[in-house]
């Protein structure tokens, strides 16, 4: 992503959130794992108002413009007006509350009207909607001797712009993006005549804006899911792993296979991958590519070490993860299926309970371990679980992080660390950032984990120091790389 705009920009990073500024795509979900769809309502505490701009000048709602807004279209003979609806924007509200939701909408307001002079013209009326809304309706002056706006003017004005503000609001809001930022942006252009109300023909205006923002939209995903086709056929993501540990000793487990898309694109991060998959209807296609990538790139990996893949539940339907195929296409990479662990998240084995039945009978049968992943990601299916008796129980990253300061995860922890050694399961704890997360983790009994502290994911196989290699008073577990 770009790492080259202006860096005044504010971004707001989640609370211990190291991603935000780094621009990595999210560890831990990958290959398969479609978690990203499916957030956890996590309440993240709002971190300080003092970095967060507030607008620098109230919008106001273009009901209580009328005058300007008739005067504009009076004098001009026509009137023109851009469309930017940030709607999906809701979903930060959901997932993070209000507070956080304000200032992401802040952040807009101060882009769209910082964008005046730049992409639009310094006296274009900025309005909204509606008060406290997330639709803006952006007035577009001009000087009597120009001539009009043409559409094609228009419509190169809303490509600028729809590329202007996404860019930016997506890098300056990362953190709280679990899904792609998708703004519509629209644009029309109505004609003056005296003998129609003008109200009327603002309306008019208005409507026109928005639907063509509908049909913007449309062509954007149209275009996403060329892109993600074209990344299918040419094989085009990456592999890279993360290494799980044994907690006490270092000792390595295995490693996750976590995918990313082209290296530098909008689709680097798998969020975005699997977000536009699930919309063009290819989750099936780009998880059964990310499998095999996975499964391919390991070629260097030790025997004593295992291989954690990331997949769907109805890969037991695909015929080349089935029988002999399989079994040569995982010899062909010297792999065995008992140092394969299949990770499959908790929501989607609970969610298609009986196909996750009969595949943790075939793939059990075959050799194959299986982890539920991202447990406690805001679904419970804890009795369920039991039944399937998995081998591992992986903890969200969601739920690891500020653990030490949090009694409702460490209790969650608790029950679900209770309930693997009930089944014959170990917890492996995902996303482990900080140190204290880390002690608190080990204080609990946690056998395994993953994440930054230890190692980000890397196209190799990182080996972390064991603990008997390390100096005494040095702090647990930090490896830089
Ligand atoms: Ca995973």
Redesign the pocket.
């Known amino acids: 992503m770009e790492k080259a705009l202006n860096e005044s920009e504010t971004t707001i990073p989640a609370q211990g959130d190291t991603r935000a500024t780094e621009q990595v795509p999210t560890e831990?979900?990958?290959?398969g794992?479609i978690?990203a769809l499916f957030d956890g309502s996590e309440v993240i505490t709002p971190p300080s108002t003092s970095s967060v701009p507030t607008p620098s000048g109230q919008v106001p709602c273009y009901r209580d413009e009328g005058e300007t807004i008739h005067g504009m279209l009076a004098v001009n003979r026509s009137l023109a007006v851009l469309f930017v609806d940030a709607s999906t924007l809701a979903d930060i509200e959901h997932d993070y509350g209000a507070a956080i939701y304000e200032q992401v909408r802040a952040i807009l307001t101060n882009l769209i009207l910082d964008m005046r002079g730049v992409e639009t013209r310094r006296d274009d009326l900025v309005t909204v909607s509606e008060d406290h809304g997330d639709t803006f309706l952006i007035f577009l002056s001009k000087k009597r001797e120009e001539r009009p706006f043409g559409h094609g003017d228009l419509e190169t004005m809303a490509d600028r712009i729809h590329e202007y503000l996404t860019r930016r609001l997506t890098r300056m809001t990362s953190s709280y993006l679990r899904r792609r930022l998708k703004l519509g942006i629209g644009y029309s252009l109505v004609l003056y005549n005296p003998l129609i109300n003008s109200d009327r023909l603002v309306l008019q205006l208005i409507e026109e804006a928005r639907r063509m923002a509908e049909i913007q939209d449309y062509r954007l995903s149209v275009k996403s899911k060329e892109v993600l086709q074209e990344i299918i056929l040419k094989e085009d993501v990456r592999t890279v792993f993360q290494p799980i540990l044994d907690l006490r000793s270092r000792k390595t487990l295995g490693y996750?296979g976590?995918t990313r898309g082209p290296q530098g694109t909008e689709v680097e991060s798998p969020y975005m991958l699997f977000d536009i998959a699930t919309e063009a209807e290819l989750v099936f296609e780009l998880d059964r590519l990310c499998r095999r990538n996975a499964i391919i790139s390991a070629a260097e990996l030790k025997p004593h070490h295992k291989l954690?893949v990331?997949l769907l539940p109805t890969t037991i339907r695909d015929p080349e993860f089935q029988g002999e195929q399989m079994l040569s296409f995982l010899k062909e990479n010297n792999l065995a299926p008992s140092r394969i662990v299949l990770?499959i998240?908790e929501r989607l084995a609970i969610e298609n309970y009986d196909l996750f039945l009969e595949a943790m009978k075939t793939f059990t049968d075959l050799g194959f371990e299986v982890?539920i992943?991202?447990m406690g990601a805001g679904y419970s299916g804890l009795e369920k679980i039991v039944h399937l008796k998995p081998r591992y129980l992986?903890f969200d990253l969601m739920m690891v992080r500020d653990i030490d300061t949090s009694f409702v995860k460490r209790e969650m922890l608790k029950a679900i660390h209770s309930l693997a050694q009930n089944v014959g399961a170990d917890v492996i704890a995902?996303g482990i950032e900080r140190v204290e997360e880390l002690e608190t983790l080990v204080e609990l009994g946690i056998p395994y984990g993953q994440g930054f502290l230890f190692a980000r994911p890397k196209p190799r196989f990182i080996e972390v120091p064991a603990v008997e290699h390390r100096i005494v008073n040095e702090v647990p577990g930090l490896i830089v790389d």
Do not use: H, M, R
Not at 28 to 31: A, R
């Open positions: 831990d979900i990958g290959g794992a978690s996750e976590l954690f990331n990770e998240t982890a992943d991202d992986k995902e």
